[in-house]
């Protein structure tokens, strides 16, 4: 079980909501309707920018869901109980969410981009309870300091369709998500109340309904890929499109094929679309385009000749998006204003600042983590001393998240980042 450091009372009304996060609600609602798409090339080798369509109904999605809580239950699974995933995007990951979901357990994405030096920091916060890897990470497996593991190929072989979920649903106080950061550390845990709120906010800010097809162009274990896009899309009813990893050629040819209305990445991400001399024909059925970080110039000028709308967004791991900006780049508004349910402020020294100003950035909120995870037994979260910005933290305190971002606000309430040095 994951020790949470303690948030401090929230000064934030909150009200009372109906959690459904549930995915067996949506598949009773629309069983047919097309949840996910894996365009993941079947052979190894197969030629450049292409794609394999396997389609995944949301009842489909449902009953794997079903599957694998079977799965994780027979392995003694329960409330209270961490998951770790360890693989890139694969449907299996999104069952595995929900199925843990279903049993009251934390779901823990661990990236394989971590090496076998820093997969340590993570899972000596996290102490899962069981790893669920791919054959391909097992020299990170291999430094995994735990003996329950279990390779995903056994695990999915031996999830027969016959394999039962009783249906009963816990409800369960524990954390149903916990993300790290981009060296491994911090990790930061999220309730099922709190991931609602983030599809919420999306869905209200960029206006995604059960029409839109969008692309993950992020990995599913972090922020971007699984809490901004991922879950608002299967939370309204949408098609999600998945491959195995992000190949800037296949994405083209996924968004051409599928009518993608929806691009959701970084700006790095972006640029490598931007440089395929296709990118504008795929942009012909995409109404929005949402970036974190500056847009690049050839993808801004596409976008603008396809009529494709615009939406700049900044987000950190407490708080997966904080801030959108839609309208003209000549405008230079930064990254715009606080999303819905999303309040920020500006400090010096404790002391609140109003109007156009420069401070240390706060955040409070619906869409903000529960806290920070620790060591079991530790006082403090557990950040390495790697003098790594990735391994960054802010601090919770009195229903504020304080991070240690710099940030300029004008008179019109628009925020940006301040210049370094």
Known sequence: MLAIEPLPTTTVDVETVDV??????????????????????????????????????????????DRTAARLAKLGIG???????????????????????????????????????????????????????????????????????????????SAPDDLEFDGTETDASDPLLALHGDGG?????????????????????????RNDVAPLVSPLFSTDGLVRTALPLLYVGGELLLDRAFDPGDTLTALGER??????????????????????????????????????????????KSSTSILRAYGRLECPTAFCWAGDESEDAGVGRPMPDCRARLTDDGTVLEGPVEGRLELSGRLVAEGYASVTGGDEPATPDTGDETAARGRFSNGWLETEASFRRDKRGNYRPAPSG
């Not at 996060?21 to 798409?37: I, K, M, Q």
């Not at 993608?260 to 490598?272: E, F, H, I, N, Q």
């Open 79 to 157: 409330a209270g109980d961490t998951v770790s995933f360890l693989s890139r995007n694969r449907v299996a990951t999104l069952s595995a969410f929900f199925a843990c979901r279903r049993l009251g357990a934390t779901f823990a994405p661990i990236s394989h981009w971590l090496t076998p030096a820093t997969i340590e920091r993570p899972v000596e916060v996290l102490e899962p309870d069981l790893v669920v890897a791919e054959r391909a990470q097992s020299d990170l497996v291999g430094s995994i300091p735990t003996e329950e593991t279990v390779m995903l190929d056994e695990f999915v072989d």
């Open 259 to 304: 009518d993608a209305t929806l691009l959701v990445g970084r700006a790095r991400s972006l640029r490598d679309l931007g440089a395929d001399s296709r990118f504008g024909e795929a942009l012909a059925s995409v109404d929005r385009l949402v970036c974190e970080g500056e847009i690049p110039d050839g993808v801004f000028e596409a976008a603008r």
């Open 20 to 65: 459904t996060l549930s995915l067996a609600s949506r598949a009773d609602r629309f069983p047919a309707r097309t949840a996910v798409v894996d365009v993941s090339e079947e052979k190894l080798y197969a030629p450049a920018e292409t794609i394999d369509e396997k389609a995944v109904t949301y009842a489909e999605l449902s009953r794997a869901a």
């Open 185 to 209: 550390q911090p990790v930061v845990t999220f309730s099922e109340r709190t991931l609602e709120w983030n599809c919420i906010s999306t869905l209200v800010a960029w206006g995604i309904s």
